[in-house]
């Protein structure tokens, strides 16, 4: 089992991101564009065990990790909004 944190960070914070969004394209394509952009500019964070994901969970919990996601979805999302890739 090898386990990519950030990976499974960003996804639930771009989900919640689009959920206030009224003038976002949120099909699949713009969703995994957001998430690709987001990851390529955040530090990937691995674990290989169920007892490693907890540790780190709880560890990745501060204000600063939190709010590293934060911006990077943010300006991924402004990104794809001015030049989405889908017909």
Do not use: W
Not at 16 to 24: E, F, H, S, V, Y
Not at 58 to 68: G, I, L
């Amino acid at each position: 089992m090898l386990i990519n944190l950030m990976e499974k960070e960003v996804m639930h914070v771009t989900d919640g991101i689009l959920k206030t969004m009224d003038d976002m394209c949120k099909c699949e394509k713009c969703k995994l564009d957001i998430v690709a952009i987001s990851l390529n500019n955040l530090k990937p964070h691995y674990v290989v065990s169920e007892k490693g994901e907890v540790y780190s969970k709880v560890n990745n919990m501060n204000y600063q990790f939190n709010t590293d996601i934060v911006a990077a979805v943010t300006k991924a999302i402004e990104l794809v909004k001015n030049s989405p890739r889908h017909d």
